[in-house]
Structure formats: structure tokens, C-alpha cells
């Protein structure tokens, strides 16, 4: 069978790239869902705060996900769930498999990747000590509890201090576990400030920056562990170990773009952040492929998710009815001094507008993020407070655009002065 569009995943991503493409023409779109019901990880996340920049109100996550499957009604997207995309090809061939149909290879004219993130394990981080059960990443304990009603352990330590972690936190205090700490290995949080506020201090949970676990002890099931300060290097410091009883350890230390599919056809990943390198308009180094949301990179909002997909749909409509976009003379957008990850990495000079995102390598105070081309400050812009655990974002306008006469700009990040 062909397709105007097949979007792989669907997540928010998914749903928001096939209704905004839906809403630009196209007719013929099919999402496939490897879980047996729409809506992604939105599913098992029950607490609130989804939905205030989109819908301006506060949802929890099964609810805002729920918008977006009922904005399907009357469009004829058709939806087929429980079904694992096996391959896709730079010439949009989707290779599929589920018990319904068995193996099949579907045409699309294009193509959105949105299959979202995965959480890094035990093993990705190589924690020394025995094996025993009760050693869980945050998002496999979330699932427990949230959708199969089971309770996941009753003295916990949370290793790592990503949103997921945290708000895991919480959720195990509601049902009755002891949190006993959250260890982080760098000395700032991985997560949002309100997280830390909600989640830890309103439950009188400790947090220990610059500390990690060197010993997890348990032959059945998880006794102990050890924490110890670590230095600079991240090395431990011998002589500050802690040690806690405890019968779990819930892992928050990461999450990876889920990408293989992304490999396998030859499309270019940025080795910074895993994630698919993108154009302005989300399509990736193979025409007529676009990505959006985790699969680009990691965010914080789902709101931002949704915004960035809506892009990508819009981007394989467009494609779909124009055909490609001209791609020679292009702005490369670079990385300059304490920025992580761009995105995206490059822009048509066509383009109405961009926006960029990424992430500070370390916390700030009062700092200006600069967007140079060459020695030409193109914008410079305030911020109170920068934290790694915090997306940022720069909007540059169409006259921002004109401006560019090089074919590269740079943003980077430098301290204010006192009198600035």
C-alpha cells in the first residue's frame, strides 16, 4: 500500500506531525504505533503539568495525549497499533510487522520519525556491586505503579535527578514508600527547577549534588547501598561514603534518543546527543524523512514537543505538494562556547524563520546567549538564570535571516558583567 505520509510512532510526536499535516492537505496518512493504544509515554505519566504553554491549562499526561487522539475523529488517519517497524529505507519504504498482517512494506511519499526516547540502564553506567533484583530505571518503576498497579519496592534511593526521577520520587511517597535520597553525580540537578521544588523539598526529600553510588549490596534483592561524594573528575573521594538500607534503586540517569531505525537508513545522527540532525523545518539528510520530538533531542516540555512536530508535519506536506527544497547556499549553525547540542543544525535560506534549542553545559546566573555570524553579533539576549537541566531557545526572525552573510553562525553563551 502507498501513502501521502507514514509517521512512525504515536506518541505526541507522532499525532501532532499527522494532524498538522493532515490540516495542510494531506489525505492519505498512516501512524503506526508499536504499543496496542496511542499516546506514547503520556500514558503512564498521571501527574499534572502537561498542556500549559499549548492548551493553556494544566493537564496530566494520559489527558493531553487524549486531545490528540480525539483530534483524529473525522480526519481518516487511519491508526495501526500494535505493530513494530522493522526497517524504513531512504526511498520511503517501511518494513512492518504485526500478528493482524504479518510482514508487510508500505510506500509513503514521506516520512516522520517520532519513536520518542529510551532510558539509559544499569549496565549503559556500569555501577559496581551483585545483581539482584529490585534495580529499576524511573520510567519502568512509572509503569509499574502507574499502569500495572504494582508497588515497585518500600526503601527507595533514586540515582539521578532527570524529571522523571524525580517526579518518581513523589509518586512513590504518595504510595507509601520512604524516598530515601536522590543522588546526583554532577553539582547541579538534571531536571526542572519546579520538579525539584514539587517533588523533592515539599517531601522533605534530600538531594545530594556531586555524589553517586560506588556499591549496590543484595543477593535476592537489593539491601544496600553506598553513596560517596565525587570530585571534579567524578571520581569518588574516599573517606565521604553514606551508607542506606534500602530494598530499591530507581535509575534517572538518561535518556537516548531511540534512533536504530534512523541508523539503519543511513541518516545522519549528531553524535553529541544521538539524535536526528535536522533542517529548520524538521527534514532530515534523507528528502522527504522528517523527525520530531525525542528522537531529535531529549526535551523537558511536552508542549515544545508538540510545536516542533506540527513543523515536521507541515514539512512533509509541503514536501509532498512542492517537492524538495533547494538545499545548496544553506546557514550551518555551530556550537560555540558552554552550548551543548544545536537544533537544528542547519537552515534554507528560504526559511520564513528558525528557532534553535539546546542546552547550557553548565549553570549560569545573569549570562547572555549570542548568536554571531562570524564577528557580527546578530543577538544578544538576557537570561537570569541558564541551567543544563533546562531547554533554551533563540527565535531568529526572517530580518535575522537576511542579515547572515556567511554560511555559518554560532551561538554560545558568556557570563553578564556587573553593570550589564
Known amino acids: 500500500m502507498s501513502y501521502d505520509l507514514i509517521v512512525v510512532g504515536g506518541g505526541p510526536a507522532g ?5 498538522a499535516a493532515h490540516d495542510k492537505g494531506l489525505e492519505k496518512i498512516l501512524v503506526i504505533e508499536r504499543d496496542k493504544e ?15 504553554h499549548y492548551f493553556k491549562e494544566e493537564l496530566t499526561g494520559p489527558e493531553y495525549a487524549g486531545r490528540f487522539i480525539k483530534m483524529l475523529d473525522g480526519t481518516g488517519i487511519e491508526v495501526m497499533c500494535d505493530t513494530m517497524v522493522l526497517e524504513i529505507t531512504q526511498e520511503k519504504d517501511v518494513h512492518c510487522i504485526n500478528p493482524q498482517n504479518g510482514y508487510q512494506i508500505l510506500q509513503a511519499k514521506s516520512i516522520v ?5 529510551r532510558e539509559r540502564t544499569r549496565g549503559a553506567i556500569s555501577i559496581p556491586g551483585t545483581r539482584p533484583a529490585g534495580v529499576l530505571t ?10 500495572e498497579g504494582q508497588m515497585v519496592g518500600k526503601r527507595v534511593i533514586i540515582l539521578g535527578s532527570g524529571d522523571i526521577g524525580l517526579i518518581m520520587a513523589r ?3 504518595l504510595e507509601g514508600a520512604e524516598v530515601l535520597a536522590c543522588v546526583e553525580v554532577m553539582p547541579y540537578s538534571g531536571g526542572l527547577q519546579r520538579n525539584i521544588v514539587q517533588c523533592l523539598n515539599d517531601f522533605n526529600i534530600p538531594l545530594y549534588l556531586s555524589h553517586t553510588i560506588i ?5 535476592d534483592r537489593v539491601s544496600g547501598v553506598t553513596i560517596a561524594k565525587v570530585g571534579p573528575d567524578r571520581r569518588p573521594i574516599p573517606g565521604t561514603e553514606i551508607e542506606f538500607d534500602c530494598d530499591t534503586v530507581l535509575l534517572s540517569v538518561g535518556l537516548i534518543p531511540e534512533n536504530e531505525l534512523t541508523r539503519t537508513a543511513g541518516i545522519d545522527i549528531d553524535p553529541r546527543s544521538n539524535g536526528v540532525v535536522v533542517w529548520e523545518n524538521m527534514e532530515t539528510s534523507a528528502e522527504g524523512i522528517f523527525a520530531s520530538g525525542n528522537v531529535v533531542h531529549v526535551h523537558d516540555l511536552v508542549d515544545y514537543v508538540t510545536a516542533e512536530s506540527k513543523k515536521a508535519g507541515i514539512g512533509a506536506a509541503e514536501y509532498v505538494k512542492l517537492g524538495a527544497r533547494r538545499r545548496e547556499n544553506a546557514i550551518t549553525v555551530q556550537e560555540g562556547k558552554d552550548v551543548g547540542f544545536i537544533v537544528p543544525a542547519k537552515i534554507h535560506r528560504t526559511a ?14 545573569t549570562s547572555h546567549i549570542l548568536v554571531k555570524d562570524g564577528n557580527n553579533v546578530l543577538a544578544k539576549l538576557k537570561r537570569a538564570h541558564l541551567a543544563p537541566g533546562e531547554m533554551e531557545r533563540v527565535r531568529l526572525s526572517r530580518a535575522l535571516l537576511d542579515a547572515i552573510m556567511s554560511d555559518e553562525i554560532t551561538v554560545s553563551i558568556e557570563e553578564a558583567e556587573e553593570n550589564d
Open 15 to 19: 499525532l501532532a506531525a499527522a494532524i
Open 38 to 52: 496511542l499516546g506514547g509515554i503520556l500514558n503512564q505519566c498521571i501527574h499534572n503539568g502537561f498542556g500549559l
Open 113 to 117: 520519525l517520532a519513536m520518542g526516547c
Open 138 to 147: 524511573a520510567g519502568a518503576a512509572q509503569r509499574y505503579v502507574n499502569i
Open 171 to 173: 509518586r512513590m511517597t
Open 215 to 219: 556499591d549496590i549490596k543484595g543477593k
Open 352 to 365: 520564513y524563520d528558525a528557532e534553535i534549542f539546546f542546552r547550557p553545559r553548565r549553570v549560569f546566573n
